[in-house]
């Protein structure tokens, strides 16, 4: 009867502890997870999901995570502008653009709702992130922003 008992008691604790429990992640994190790790490697994942992590709140994380990860294939910046951020006080590093992403996402986002979530996010996103008539688009490249991220975007949505 004892070892029974002790036995209840240990599966009990089992499920009652969070800490000793398996953390779920979502569809649309793990396939964004899975596109950073096709297109920059494990290490850059590694950063991306702290980026996503630090920088999304977690209720939101399965919904932009993509968006984010959508940012980094249409960007398809080089080495230290991997995500397209231009801002002086980035730092030249994988983290670092991700980090600034995953913020502008979830702020615009924010921004979005408050808003009254009129037309579609990444619309909204695109005239912040990448406007149209940039002085830093002298090519006029961000007129395919808003079309591209959503493009991989619906890919990564998982």
Not at 46 to 54: E, L, M, R
Not at 71 to 91: D, F, S, T
Request: some cysteine.
């Amino acid at each position: 009867m004892m070892k029974q008992q002790m036995k209840s008691l240990v599966t009990l604790l089992l499920l009652m502890s969070p800490a000793l429990a398996q953390p779920t992640v979502s569809k649309g994190l793990q396939a964004a997870h899975a596109a950073i790790v096709a297109k920059d490697g494990v290490p850059c994942a590694a950063s991306f999901d702290d980026a996503v992590k630090v920088n999304i709140r977690p209720e939101l994380r399965d919904k932009l995570a993509p968006i984010v990860a959508a940012i980094r294939y249409a960007e398809n910046g080089g080495k230290g502008k991997e995500y397209g951020i231009l801002h002086p006080r980035v730092k030249p590093t994988y983290r670092s653009q991700a980090g600034w992403c995953a913020a502008t996402v979830q702020k615009n986002y924010d921004r979005w709702v408050k808003a009254g979530s009129k037309g579609e996010y990444i619309k909204f996103l695109g005239a912040r992130y990448c406007p149209v008539g940039a002085k830093n688009d002298p090519n006029g490249l961000n007129k395919h922003w808003i079309k591209n991220v959503t493009k991989f975007q619906k890919r990564f949505d998982g």
